[in-house]
């Protein structure tokens, strides 16, 4: 990054820390939007799917750390989304995650109940006509390619019959954030600029949004979106 996007992201974070205080949500989505803007080169396309009131589910690929990010300021309205828990509990991020509505979840292996208490966070807020964002893969791509959705969605729906936006993200697997190349986050950023996409599709129907069909759909607009984000890559 170049020092006077470093700059100007120091400012932002420096002019806006203390407001974090009293209106944390809105000034930190302006904030972030601001940020992502300086960093990457965003298309977004699409976001009118997302109903301007009501209860409704984002269901996007999971490429890198910054996806939540990326799709939180894409959307017109606050989102809340899914974390994990062992990131949720960072000493120097939990503020922050506090504040912005993540929903910790972690393994029952690890902790017991905590899906079920994950789950039951996501229906309260779906019931208070929030709108709430999945990765329904449950992890990061290891390969830049859509891995099988698990069964959190299905399991959602179940407890809450709501609109399914389906979303594709592209342009973040490369980055220090993504696992390729090595474990995410333990090498410096080597891009600046570099093309970011989130296609948002049509809004589906709760009774046809089954996990097949929703994969589909996600892994047709991750298609487009590596259009405009990646021109340049070899397609098989």
Not at 130 to 153: A, C, H, K, N, S
Request: proline content about 9%.
């Amino acid at each position: 990054m170049s020092p006077l996007l470093w700059g100007a992201t120091g400012l932002v974070m420096a002019a806006g820390g203390w407001r974090l205080a009293s209106a944390p949500r809105p000034f930190l989505r302006g904030a972030l939007f601001l940020l992502l803007h300086l960093v990457y080169r965003l298309r977004f396309r699409g976001r009118g799917s997302i109903p301007a009131s009501g209860p409704a589910i984002v269901v996007c690929n999971h490429v890198s750390f910054m996806d939540a990010l990326v799709v939180g300021v894409a959307s017109p309205r606050p989102l809340r989304f899914l974390m994990d828990k062992p990131i949720y509990d960072s000493p120097w991020l939990n503020w922050l995650f506090r504040r912005v509505g993540a929903i910790p979840v972690d393994a029952d292996r690890r902790d017991p109940g905590s899906v079920r208490q994950a789950l039951a966070e996501v229906s309260r807020a779906l019931g208070q006509g929030e709108v709430v964002m999945v990765f329904p893969e449950g992890r990061l791509t290891p390969d830049g390619e859509i891995q099988p959705f698990r069964r959190g969605l299905e399991l959602i729906l179940a407890r809450d019959a709501v609109p399914v936006i389906p979303a594709g993200l592209a342009g973040l697997w490369g980055s220090w954030t993504s696992h390729r190349g090595g474990k995410a986050l333990t090498r410096p950023p080597r891009r600046c600029r570099a093309r970011v996409a989130l296609y948002f599709g049509e809004a589906m129907p709760p009774g046809e949004a089954s996990r097949q069909r929703v994969a589909e759909r996600v892994h047709a607009l991750k298609v487009e979106a590596d259009g405009w984000a990646e021109p340049d890559a070899d397609r098989d």
